[in-house]
């Protein structure tokens, strides 16, 4: 009995051991399978309504991303103020204005008594490259939340690296953010000097100076700007009602790049800033970089940015119908198309995932809604100006109680606040006063503003996103659906649907192709990216986008 019991303890015994030897390998932790690069493409005032109007003139890149891709055609930002600062800050970290804190392209500073742009930091010098001469100061300190980028860099197990390329500061800081190491942001500074600021690099990155070097700005110096397709795929007029004409420029093609005076000058930058030039030297700059830096060539995930700029400064020129925005979108499907094709060299088809979207929409030129039968005008910035100048000298007497209007914030000098409230009926008497300009649509006040109390108003709503106090206005004066508050030509930067609705796309790694009609807003292209990515980003007001994921 004794001698049994022994027998099958060392049966248990060696069974187990046998058990040990030969037990399957344990299983990992199952892992998400990053894309080796985020490529993230954002086109300035790129409407929703584009791909549909004019994509039938698409035929290289964005034909590629849009017919291959995920796209949410109902996408829209939830906010009012829709401009380029709000929109590159909003896409870039996930989160409303409301959160991030950059609430236009500019907002009053009480202790200079100006408006500084959003990306103003007296304690960030220039560093310019190819030795350009640098006098700018940005930075992205006044944001209030990490990027996407940010979180990347902290949560990766290899330090990234992390390119954003813009002509215009606030769209590459406002797409990776404050910086760090490993992370090159790269703008063009209104002389035409391709620049960093010290922020990112006390010197200059040695590939960005050698390529600018080897490709000045001004060789396109003397160049024309004709179309690049037959004129027959053109939709509407080129010469069109209400166009602004830019210095040196007509309504129509072509378009010389030059300068009165024989010279490379700003009169020149300032043309090549809105000509189709700057997308190709930013999308040439990229592959270049792209491929020097060996973005996403090594396991773990790198970021290439880019914010193209032409359709923005073409659009609020010539509009949205005319000639010269179809030619910029037929022109930067060509440069995006020759992006992708070397990435799909550098980095490998497939293995890199693209998202494509705009920082807002543009409103029609209002002459030519009008000529189709709409109520639309042009809202004067200087009338609502005069308006609340007098408007507080008849309430308040004679006083410093202005300070400042720009987009839709109107702000008053400290003070005045409480000098409207403490007088009865005042400050209903001063909203009547903003109301009654020509164009103006409706007045919101400060209790309306900064109240937490939920709204059933969508507008109030919308501005609430992009409340942030201390920043915005202490009153919004919002213009009448298709009355822009531009001179000439068009602009954006309201709470209506050809302002908020923009393209949101994703292409490539992990990516489920298909035409989504959920809601959709170009907050949700950071926390879709994080979970592509497998990291976590601190604050979201945006949410992931799951149906588009494999
Ligand atoms: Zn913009």
Not at 44 to 68: C, V
Not at 178 to 190: H, K, L, Y
Not at 467 to 472: C, D, N, V
Request: charged residues 20%; aromatic residues 10%.
């Amino acid at each position: 009995m004794i001698r049994r019991v022994v027998t099958v303890c060392l049966l248990i015994v060696a069974l187990a051991g046998l058990g040990a030897a030969q037990a399957p390998p344990r299983a990992s932790v199952p892992r998400v399978d990053p894309p080796r690069l985020v490529v993230l493409l954002v086109i300035d005032q790129f409407s929703g309504e584009y791909p549909n109007l004019y994509g039938q003139q698409w035929t290289h890149g964005l034909a590629r991303l849009f017919s291959g891709g995920a796209t949410f055609p109902l996408a829209a930002f939830p906010y009012a103020d829709t401009v380029t600062c709000a929109g590159h800050f909003t896409i870039g970290t996930g989160t409303l204005p409301r959160t991030h804190g950059m609430i236009g392209d500019d907002w009053y500073d009480p202790a200079t008594k100006r408006l500084p742009e959003c990306t103003t930091d007296p304690d960030a010098t220039s560093v310019p490259f190819g030795g350009g001469t640098g006098t700018e100061h940005h930075s992205g300190r006044w944001s209030m939340v990490p990027s996407f980028a940010d979180e990347l860099r902290l949560q990766s197990a290899r330090l990234p690296k992390i390119l954003s390329i813009s002509l215009k500061a606030r769209s590459a800081i406002g797409l990776v953010g404050r910086g760090g190491p490993g992370t090159m942001v790269i703008w063009n500074e209104a002389n035409g000097t391709w620049a960093t600021s010290d922020v990112y690099t006390k010197t200059p990155w040695p590939d960005v100076d050698a390529y600018v070097r080897a490709h000045p700005v001004a060789a396109a110096y003397g160049q024309t700007w004709t179309r690049l397709l037959p004129l027959s795929s053109y939709l509407f007029d080129d010469d069109g009602a209400g166009e602004n004409t830019p210095a040196g420029w007509t309504r129509t093609f072509p378009h010389e790049l030059k300068s009165p005076s024989g010279q490379p000058d700003r009169a020149f930058i300032s043309q090549w800033d809105r000509s189709p030039w700057i997308d190709a030297y930013v999308g040439e700059m990229a592959s270049a970089l792209a491929v020097k830096l060996r973005l996403g060539q090594e396991p773990g995930t790198d970021v290439l940015a880019l914010g193209f700029s032409a359709l923005d400064e073409v659009g609020h020129d010539f509009g949205p119908r005319s000639h010269e925005v179809q030619d910029v979108m037929a022109r930067l499907d060509v440069v995006i198309g020759s992006l992708l094709d070397t990435l799909d060299t550098s980095v490998g088809a497939g293995r890199y995932v693209v998202a494509v979207t705009a920082d807002h929409g543009v409103a029609p030129i209002p002459e030519q809604a009008a000529a189709l039968g709409f109520n639309a005008g042009r809202t004067r910035s200087a009338d609502i100006r005069q308006a609340a100048q007098a408007s507080l000298t008849t309430l308040l007497g004679e006083g410093s109680f202005y300070a400042g209007f720009s987009e839709m914030s109107l702000y008053l000098t400290p003070g005045t606040i409480d000098l409207l409230r403490a007088k009865t009926g005042a400050m209903e008497e001063f909203k009547r006063a903003l109301a009654a300009v020509p164009g103006v649509a409706r007045v919101f006040g400060p209790d309306e503003l900064a109240a937490s109390t939920p709204t059933e108003d969508p507008m109030l709503r919308a501005i609430r996103n992009g409340y942030f106090p201390g920043r915005s206005g202490d009153f919004f004066v919002v213009p009448k659906p298709y009355w822009p508050m531009a001179a000439a030509g068009t602009t954006h930067g309201t709470p209506y649907g050809y302002d908020q609705r923009v393209p949101v796309l994703f292409y490539g790694a992990g990516i489920k192709a298909g035409r989504y009609l959920s809601a959709a807003t170009p907050a949700d292209i950071a926390p879709t990216l994080a979970a592509l990515c497998g990291i976590t980003l601190a604050q979201a007001d945006g949410h992931v986008l799951g149906e588009a994921l494999k």
